[in-house]
């Protein structure tokens, strides 16, 4: 039972480790899809900025210590002195995202970088990551992203590329590109913790494991003992507490075969309780159950060996096996188990003449290997038995071969 204990408890393990590695699997790809979806929505606001901003022609806005006019901005119009202390100038689609990229960096770590093959401005340059996303787009590639660290909590890389449309032209024209070009792309790079996910994962678990296994062992152990119980009853007499004939059974097939096999002696002994039958008619049945667990405990405690071996054969009959034992051993236990009985000093009106309980013993024993089977030493007992209740009860008789 013990080893059904151990391998549930491996299986609940193997279980609960595949479940963590599958749900830790669906958790990261969840995870990626979200962090995919969050950095294409901000790619999509940029270019919402940018759609406005190129619509308009570009935003006038003041000249400031941040925002100095553009120098790669080529434009009829690029400043406007409103006055002494106001000058307008203009922020095209790509200044404003630097300018974005700038805040956002300040705000929330969230870097923009537009980029191209082609840029006009040194610092657009793009780097290797963003190259070889810029000609995956060239090659019909919509967007690219992934988790840089390797694991939760980022950075985040996300780019998609900027199509040429007619109010890009203004600018992007002289470059070449036509309308539905890929001119270039916008790259995005965030932290990204989803929150204690992956801990809430290994807490649940193992919790789970532990729960799991705590119930498995308590389960087992309860059934272990209910077997343990099953186990008892089918082997022991439930009156005495000593074996019963099932268990002699077993017991005799061993002790027989390994007598044959090493050559050893192996005596029985068979004993009856002399006139049960009155004694539960003149004293009843509840003295009868007693006076049954005094003499098996009796019987028990003369034989003195490990290896012998008391059970209850069936109603009052009582078999002892006694290996390594000649007949002469067993006459000698014999003997003592029927002085133990009449020690006893249970009385018993209806045997005559000592007016105590007392038991009749056969005694047989296969000493060279002579008998074919047990059957055949159980036989010689109950015969030995019935030639002693025939000659006057309270006494042993020893099988003699004819």
């Not at 070449?176 to 929150?195: A, Q």
Request: with cysteine; proline share 4%; charged share 25%.
């Amino acid at each position: 039972m013990k080893k059904n204990i151990v391998i549930a408890c491996v299986i609940w393990i193997i279980l609960t480790l595949v479940s963590f590695l599958w749900n830790n699997y669906n958790l990261e790809r969840d995870l990626d899809r979200l962090a995919f979806q969050v950095a294409r929505t901000h790619f999509q606001q940029i270019v919402l900025f940018r759609a406005w901003n190129a619509m308009h022609g570009g935003v006038y806005v003041p000249v400031t210590a941040d925002t100095q006019p553009n120098p790669w901005l080529e434009t009829e119009i690029r400043d406007i002195k409103v006055s002494s202390k106001l000058t307008l100038t203009k922020v095209n689609p790509a200044f404003m995202t630097r300018q974005v990229s700038e805040i956002a960096v300040k705000k929330k770590d969230v870097k923009f970088h537009i980029t191209s093959l082609n840029p006009l401005r040194p610092e657009n340059r793009p780097t290797a990551r963003e190259e070889a996303a810029l000609r995956e787009f060239e090659n019909g590639k919509k967007e690219t992203g992934l988790m840089l660290s390797g694991s939760r909590g980022g950075p985040f890389f996300y780019m998609a590329p900027l199509v040429t449309e007619e109010s890009c032209l203004a600018c992007h024209a002289k470059q070449g590109y036509r309308v539905g070009d890929i001119r270039g792309g916008i790259s995005i790079m965030m932290p990204f913790n989803p929150g204690p996910h992956i801990l809430w994962l290994i807490l649940g678990h193992t919790l789970g494991l532990f729960a799991g296994l705590g119930g498995i062992i308590f389960a087992g152990n309860r059934l272990d003992r209910a077997y343990s119980v099953i186990q008892r009853q089918a082997l022991f007499d439930a009156l005495t507490g000593i074996p019963n004939r099932r268990s002699f059974s077993e017991r005799i097939m061993q002790e027989f075969n390994r007598s044959r096999r090493d050559r050893r002696p192996l005596s029985i002994i068979m004993g009856d309780i002399d006139h049960f039958k009155q004694f539960n008619d003149l004293y009843g049945h509840s003295s009868g159950d007693d006076c049954l667990r005094s003499v098996a405990q009796a019987i028990e405690r003369t034989l003195k060996r490990p290896g012998d071996f008391c059970a209850r054969y069936g109603g009052e009959e009582f078999i002892i096996i006694l290996p390594d034992t000649a007949i002469q051993g067993a006459v000698v236990i014999a003997e003592e188990i029927r002085r133990n009985i009449i020690a006893l000093d249970i009385p018993h009106e209806k045997s005559v003449p000592q007016k105590k309980v007392s038991i009749s013993l056969g005694v047989a024993g296969d000493e060279n290997n002579q008998f074919i089977s047990h059957e055949d030493l159980l036989k010689m007992a109950d015969e030995a038995l019935y030639l002693a209740k025939e000659n006057g009860r309270n006494r042993f008789e020893v099988y003699k071969r004819q």
